[in-house]
């Protein structure tokens, strides 16, 4: 017996030793395989739309400012202290138009480096998205600008006519602690409807879902990527759509095609922060910082990996209000030079107005600061009807001194002037349509005169339902806006401004920005009906300059100017429109 319980023990024994030794193993592997597990957090910050916003200073309106890339630094810089190099900044175009910073580094100092090109670099981005407003500026400008950056600008749907590929980079791939990040870059491809061929010659722009879909499959394959992130130059949905293109498609993009992780946008000036469910069921964040540097798009990617296997992936994100972030003393000290340089280029007086002129009385009837533009497009191109819109939503220009900086309020773009030749019945049509966006038809004398909507986040829009700078009135005739007719019927063009009658058979040289002329806002094709592709056949001039440069030296060879409301055009009924007009103008200016 004491032999058996010896040996029953001694197996005991060896079984509870091989255990143990297999329970140590297990807990190596437990411990090693824990080892490799890594937690990984990123930190993008999209600006969008900055549109000159570099100094906490408004050029144009010589005051201080908001929004500013000054802040946004001191902001960055303040994250970076926590992420390092998973801190990653990212713009989303429309950066090269807006304020006299701009404008001067594009066209006046030419022989050095673009303003923009010193400031992505100094501030340390990693990623751009060329906008629509960057185009504009010309390829002499968006060439220059592009070589001069240390990373590619991004546009996977701007497509080269000659070789079928994307002229510019279709994406940018970013190594963060061992993370491989692609960022795919699209504009809207509404180009055409807005600026002349030879600003984007020999390049045409695809649709964003199916040039999306492409490249998530090609950067999946060839980059194999952890994190895909979108930058797209297009707003939130909506816009101009037609048979070509949709404005406006970033939220479809997100909800199209699977494989973004964020999607980063802008284009539209409003902001927005959605959360979509793509077609395979993923969550995906969608972020728009609106313009002019006073948001951020800030969000956070959390990854836990082992090794290369992603165990989860998590995105959070805001927009981030940088107004209360202090001034980089770091960064204006290092941009002085340029500071200074814009300064005494917008502060040079170039002649006196005698009355002040504001945007705010287009809405209403004649107004003296359209009927200075009207004027001027008139005795520039030898037109005899001119179209023109306030390209400004609220600005006024004060009587007294006018300096170049009045200048970008008179003017906002470095749009060229237009001559088209039109008939009689295409003029109306254009203008049924331009009224039909702002007035609307008054059904009982209490009614809005206006065409209002709860759109004042949107600084485009700023209460209208449309956008203001759609609303175009017209000099050279005289006429009269029903409200309350319905649309199609609430213009009536009586005579021509020298007195001779109007005819609608007959056709007349129309003169207009280069934007409306090459279709843009639609004012052509949906209002007048003129086929799209006919428009170029019916430009018979086109400026050699911006409009801006001419208005600027009309001025100054005047020296003094007294601009006064043409009063060719009125709402009627009289008894009907001059209380709705006082009531809609406290509404929307609270005046």
Known sequence: MTLF?????????????????????????????????????????????????????????????????????????KLRKDYGKNLILVDNGDILQGQPTCYYSNFIKTDERNLVSDIYRYMGYDAYTIGNHDIETGPAVYNKWAQELDHPIMCANAIDNETGQPRFSPYTIIN????????????TPAIPNWLNESLWKGMHFDGM??????????????????????????GRSNGILTKEYQENASLEVAERVPGFDLVLYGHDHTRHLDRVTNVKGDNVLCLDPSCEAYLVSDAQIHLQMDGDKILSKHVTGQLKDVTNEKVSD?????????????????????G???????????????????DFIHYLQLQISGAQI???????????????????????????????????????????????????????????????????????????????????????????????????????????ITTLADGSPFDENKIYKVVMNSYRGNGGGELLTKGAGIPHDSIPSRIIFASERDQRYYLMKYIEEKKILNPLPGNNWRFIPDEWAKPAIERDRKVIFGE
């Open 5 to 77: 319980f010896r040996n029953f023990a001694d197996k005991i024994y060896q079984m509870m030793k091989r255990l143990l030794a297999a329970c140590l193993a297990l807990l190596l592997v437990k411990t090693a395989t824990m080892a490799e597990i890594k937690t990984i957090d990123l930190r993008v910050i999209e600006t969008s739309d900055v549109h000159g916003c570099f100094f906490p200073y408004d050029f144009i309106n010589r005051e201080p400012k908001g929004g500013s890339l000054a802040r946004v630094f001191t902001y960055v810089e």
């Open 176 to 187: 963060r602690d061992g993370i491989k990040i692609a960022i795919i870059g699209m504009i």
């Open 352 to 370: 006196t107005f005698e009355n002040t002129i504001s945007t705010r009385d287009s809405y209403f009837g004649n107004s003296a600061f359209m």
């Open 386 to 492: 001119s179209f023109a819109a306030p390209l400004t939503f609220d600005t006024k220009i004060n009587k007294g001194d006018v300096f170049v900086s009045d200048m970008f309020n008179l003017y906002r773009y470095e749009n060229q002037i237009y001559v088209l030749k039109m008939s009689g019945k295409e003029i109306k049509g254009f203008l049924e349509m331009s009224y039909d966006l702002w007035s609307n038809t008054m059904t009982n004398p209490n009614d809005h005169i206006m065409l209002l909507s709860s759109t004042g986040n949107d600084k485009q829009r700023n209460g209208f339902k449309n956008l203001a700078f759609n609303f175009d009135s017209a000099s050279g005739i005289n006429y009269t806006v029903d409200v309350t007719k319905t649309s199609g019927e609430k213009i009536k």
């Open 330 to 350: 770091e960064y204006m000290a290092y941009f002085k030079a340029r500071y200074d340089s814009v300064s005494t280029f917008v502060n040079r007086k170039i």
């Open 209 to 234: 879902v199916k040039c999306a879909r492409h490249w998530v499959e090609v950067v999946k394959k060839k980059e194999h990527p952890q994190v895909i992130i979108g930058l797209f130059h297009s």
